[in-house]
């Protein structure tokens, strides 16, 4: 113990902060860290030589001296870990901590591939050396006054320093990362909007929180402490628990109290997507027995969220269900309830965390319309069967919704435009997102086959007429008179459906130019071969020759003005002819 005295005790008062002004204002790992790793060994040696001497005499005067100048030796470790964590915030930040070992195999990939006379690439890499060198100093001073004071019985001392500051740093990040607490009532009382802005905070800071916040400090507790689980544990719980518990805090409550959105369905799978997507680093980064209340959190959350989704769905469904697409027009274009309910679900169609939500979720199963609208087969074998069929089920709802719809039209010819028009609404959006890999392509083609069902039922409602009123057989006996009256009456009921179709608007490009083919590939050949074997012969008459007002090609092109909605159905004959693209009145 003498011998010890005499080697450590020179260096110990040298650096007692009471003993003189330099020593007050000077940091010791600063000034000359050689001399600050020999203060850590004869320290450390200090302490040994007192529990030897304990165990040969626990009364002799020496061990007094030693406690004097142990205690020095603790304020001076204690002054420099504080001026450590408090000077090199910039070293210590908890995404410099988190990305180190990025940087490192990024130099390190540097280093093995970059051709050595790239000087701009080398200097790069030694700057990133430089940084993580100096990083890495840092937090090794930090654990070695750590191992100091802990085995040396001055823990408590230590940790308090170090729980203070890094818990500020903490604290400080949830606050710039936007989150904060938030009263339930609060967020009750809270308008859509800003609550909307407090969730997309939310989604970028638990981006940011998990993978550098929590995840950087998680790795800087363990390094410093690593001498000691239950202090490390101790550390790190107090550290991040509450600020973790607000993050992870913040879903839960805005899935129970919120008022009721239609986007709210989407920010609570975002946010379930949030906390799913990182799960496993949540369960890592909060492994400590101590931490599983962080954990519990963050489940409670997702069972909440996942709650608040199911009910959003549900009360889709009876939205629909209760809606009445009695209207005072006769549209027959795409109704509203047809975009926003299938813009609502090719969205939600987006979020594979839905499997999970609605895992043990199905349709009534006693609906015997339900089984012929959908496969089972697929469905059962589908990645996600339960939200399949769920939204399945919707789309039924809003399926059954048409037809209804349709039989209140006063013109049928409409109404069976209106289900074909809205049906491929439904069909276009389905190929166009994940429905079409949730729903599968049998499903589409049977949907296709009954749109192309009432498309031709309208044309033969809207155009039957009009094909029948030519001649079913032309044959030279057909006199001029008998030609006159099929022309007369053609162009009647030709001007007329025309007219009235002007109005008619089919979206689909597809859809539209099938039905114009289809009419064009019946109408015009009966017309053409009608137009061919008369028109010379009744224009030589002048009695006759005004009757033949159209040619073949001023049919086709007024069909190709058709579905576009032009015109309107109180639009006279006049006007609607002389605004066709080739005017018919020549």
């Known amino acids: 113990m003498v011998q010890t005295l005499g080697v450590v005790e020179p260096l ?117 050396s430089e940084v993580e060198d100096d990083a890495e100093g840092v937090m090794t001073d930090l654990k070695l006054i750590a191992d100091c004071m802990i085995s040396s019985g001055y823990g408590k001392e230590c940790v308090s320093i170090y729980k203070i500051i890094r818990k500020s740093i903490v604290d400080e990040g949830i606050y710039k990362l936007g989150v904060e607490k938030i009263k339930s009532t609060h967020v009750h009382k809270m308008d859509w909007e800003v609550l909307d802005i407090k969730i997309q905070n939310w989604l970028n800071a638990v981006k940011i929180a998990v993978k550098t916040l929590f995840n950087g400090e998680r790795i800087l507790c363990d390094h410093v402490f690593s001498s000691s689980d239950s202090i490390r544990e101790s550390c790190y719980t107090e550290i991040t628990k509450e600020g973790a518990s607000i993050l992870f805090g913040f879903p839960e409550n805005v899935a ?122 697929f469905f059962d074998s589908s990645p996600s069967p339960a939200v399949s069929l769920r939204l399945a089920w919707i789309i039924f709802i809003l399926i059954c919704k048409f037809d209804e719809k349709s039989k209140h039209f006063k013109d049928v010819s409409l109404a069976y435009l209106f289900l074909a028009n809205n049906l491929q609404h439904v069909i276009s959006k389905v190929r166009s997102s994940n429905l079409r890999y949730l729903l599968g392509d049998d499903w589409i083609n049977k949907r296709a086959t009954e749109v192309k069902k009432f498309a031709a039922s309208y044309e033969q409602v809207a155009w039957g007429h009009v ?101 309107s159905f109180s639009t006279s004959a006049s006007s609607s002819l002389s605004g066709s693209r080739t005017s018919f009145s020549r």
């Open 12 to 128: 110990i008062v040298k650096w007692d902060p009471e003993s003189s002004t330099y020593a007050k204002v000077t940091s010791l790992f600063y000034d000359n860290r050689v001399e600050a790793l020999d203060f850590i060994k004869l320290v450390n040696k200090l302490h040994k030589s007192m529990h030897a001497l304990v165990a040969e005499n626990s009364n002799s005067e020496l061990l007094i001296r030693a406690q004097h100048l142990m205690q020095i030796a603790m304020k001076r470790l204690e002054k420099e870990f504080y001026q450590i964590l408090s000077l090199n915030r910039a070293q210590l930040d908890p995404e410099s901590v988190s990305t180190r070992s990025s940087q490192t195999s990024m130099r390190s990939s540097l280093s093995d591939f970059v051709d050595e006379s790239d000087d701009e690439i080398r200097v790069a890499g030694d700057l990133i």
């Open 256 to 377: 129970k109290n919120s008022k009721k959105s239609p986007d709210r369905i989407f920010r609570s799978l975002d946010m379930y997507t949030g906390i799913a997507d990182r799960w496993p680093e949540i369960v890592s980064i909060f492994s400590f027995q101590s931490t599983s209340s962080i954990v519990n959190q963050a489940l409670n959350s997702l069972i909440k969220l996942g709650e608040s989704v199911r009910l959003d769905l549900t009360d889709m469904e009876t939205f629909l269900q209760k809606q009445s697409l009695k209207t005072s027009g006769e549209s027959a274009g795409v109704h509203i309830l047809t975009t926003d309910t299938m813009n609502y679900l090719s969205l939600i169609a987006d979020y594979g965390v839905l499997a999970d939500i609605l895992f043990d979720s199905s349709p009534p199963e006693k609906f015997p319309l339900l089984e012929s609208f959908i496969d089972k087969s």
């Open 467 to 567: 094909i029948d009123a030519l001649p079913k057989n032309v044959t030279s006996a057909m006199t001029c008179e008998e030609a006159r009256v099929y022309f007369k009456r053609f162009n009647t009921v030709f001007e007329e459906t025309h007219r009235k179709q002007l109005a008619v608007v089919i979206p689909n490009g597809k859809l539209r130019d099938e039905i114009k083919l289809s009419i064009a590939g019946k109408l015009l050949p009966a017309y053409r071969e009608f137009y061919n074997a008369k028109r010379l012969e009744m224009q030589k008459d002048r009695k006759f020759a005004g009757v033949v007002k159209y040619s073949p090609e001023d049919m086709g092109n007024a069909l190709s003005d058709l579905f576009f909605g032009s015109g």
